[in-house]
């Protein structure tokens, strides 16, 4: 079955930086798009990122552009997101997303940026 399971969340200062890993099995990792989502606290869930089946393609939510970076590794079927200067407001519940017709998310990695 479909799995995707998040990893690398954690707390750091503003201006710190995290990488976010999204190894998933049970399907054709190479031949899908995937995106990465967040949901913080009180709020409803965001788009963050997406990369293309190559990625060649990424796309970003203009409250993260210039500051992180979404890529993919097919041979090791995982995705990952680099997130550099975090700020208080990149505080929320990270999740892997891959789009499949149903669409498929990880448990989620918890991301607190905070002093």
């Known amino acids: 079955q479909v799995q995707l399971v998040e990893s690398g969340g954690g707390s750091v200062e503003p201006g710190g930086s995290l990488r976010l890993s999204c190894a998933a099995s049970?399907?054709?990792?190479?031949?899908?798009?995937m995106r990465w989502y967040r949901q913080a606290p009180g709020k409803e869930r965001e788009f963050v990122a997406r990369i293309s089946t190559s990625g060649g393609i990424t796309s970003y939510a203009d409250s993260v552009k210039g500051r992180f970076t979404i890529s993919r590794d097919n041979a090791k079927n995982t995705m990952y997101l680099q997130m550099n200067s975090l700020k208080p407001e990149d505080t929320a519940v990270y999740y892997c997303?891959?789009?499949?017709?149903?669409?498929?998310w990880g448990q989620g990695t918890q991301v607190t940026v905070s002093s």
């Open positions: 049970g399907f054709t990792f190479s031949r899908n798009v």
């Open positions: 997303n891959a789009p499949m017709g149903p669409d498929y």
